[in-house]
């Protein structure tokens, strides 16, 4: 496969998967937001949202403050940020344009779909203050082009090449969200507020879709503890951690090439160290230093992919 096709292909799953993970991000935000509590703790949570997504200085850049509905719409409706839900559905949808010989022609169908309804409905449909029906709407069309790709992709490099994409970009946002909650909880915890574990990591797992799933599988209760196991490290969860990070290894080594070699023992060797691992064992010094350094090394593995694999220059 030609390098250029396959950076398409890479990104198509990069930016469709973003989308769809900032939208659950937004949507566990904002919900946690609808708590009583005071106004200053209500920015506080936005506040270390955007910097834990890498967004404060763009925000500063546009707004003096911050306010919830200027922060819900430069997250979820703003064409300005590159990174918002809508920036995220366009560039999903041009990479998918650009490749539409090495895909199926429902999956451009979807993507093409998805934008031009968003484009079309998201100025007057959806506000900051119908957030929740614009996340579930983002959800649904997710579910749609995941459905339709696993129904229609050849199982080929571009095939391999978009799921290497999406779950790096899970595996990040995932982590990104954990550490969201970990430094609200942190914040709250030194301004002397009491902290209700069960509530927001119940949202969180809801977040993720997998509140239903740890209640079969854990007789646990919802604690942090209990729930960043959960999330991390649990093998058959299909947002965890260690689910992304085993299908990135599967889908590099089925893309090895001569140059590969570096690439591959890393994302092997960060697969067996969550398959084998255990939460004490991985963050000895804190679950938020271990998550910290998983948003490293799954930011080596994409700067080492984008040069062996997509003609990256660096």
């Known amino acids: 496969m030609l390098s250029r096709t396959a950076d398409h292909v890479y990104w198509l799953g990069r930016y469709a998967e973003r989308a769809e993970e900032l939208a659950r991000t937004l949507d566990v935000q904002y919900r946690l937001s609808l708590l009583p509590h005071e106004q200053r703790s209500d920015a506080q949570g936005w506040l270390l949202a955007l910097r834990t ?22 997250l979820a409706f703003d064409t300005g940020n590159p990174s918002s839900i809508l920036s995220c559905l366009r560039a999903a949808r041009e990479n998918a344009r650009a490749v539409r010989g090495a895909i199926s022609s429902e999956m451009w169908e979807t993507f093409n779909s998805t934008w031009l309804e968003a484009r079309a409905q998201a100025p007057s449909r959806f506000t900051a203050f119908n957030v929740s029906e614009f996340v579930d709407w983002v959800k649904y069309r997710a579910h749609l082009a995941r459905g339709v790709v696993i129904a229609s992709m050849l199982r080929d490099e571009g095939y391999h090449f978009m799921q290497i994409g999406t779950f790096l970009e899970r595996a990040d946002a995932v982590a990104r969200l954990l550490l969201v909650r970990l430094a609200c909880e942190a914040a709250a915890a030194e301004q002397g507020a009491v ?12 977040g993720l879709s997998a509140f239903e799933s740890y209640r079969r599988v854990s007789r646990d209760s919802v604690s942090p503890q209990h729930v960043m196991e959960f999330v991390i490290l649990h093998q058959h969860v299909p ?12 889908n590099v080594d089925a893309v090895g090439n001569a140059q590969s070699g570096e690439t591959e023992r890393r994302a092997g060797l960060l697969h067996a160290e969550l398959r084998y691992g255990t939460l004490a064992t991985l963050a000895p010094r804190g679950t938020a230093g271990f998550l910290q350094e998983l948003l490293g090394r799954t930011a080596d593995l994409s700067d080492r992919i984008g040069r062996d694999f997509l003609g990256h220059v660096t």
Do not use: C, K, Q, T
């Not at 546009?62 to 509905?69: D, P």
């Not at 902290?195 to 809801?206: A, G, K, T």
């Not at 947002?239 to 599967?250: A, D, F, M």
């Open 239 to 250: 947002r965890s951690i260690y689910r992304s990070v085993n299908l990135i290894h599967e």
């Open 195 to 206: 902290v209700h574990d069960y509530y927001p990591w119940s949202v969180v797992l809801r």
């Open 53 to 74: 997504l890498g967004l404060e200085d763009a925000y500063a850049a546009r707004h003096e403050r911050i306010e919830s509905h200027w922060v819900i719409d430069f």
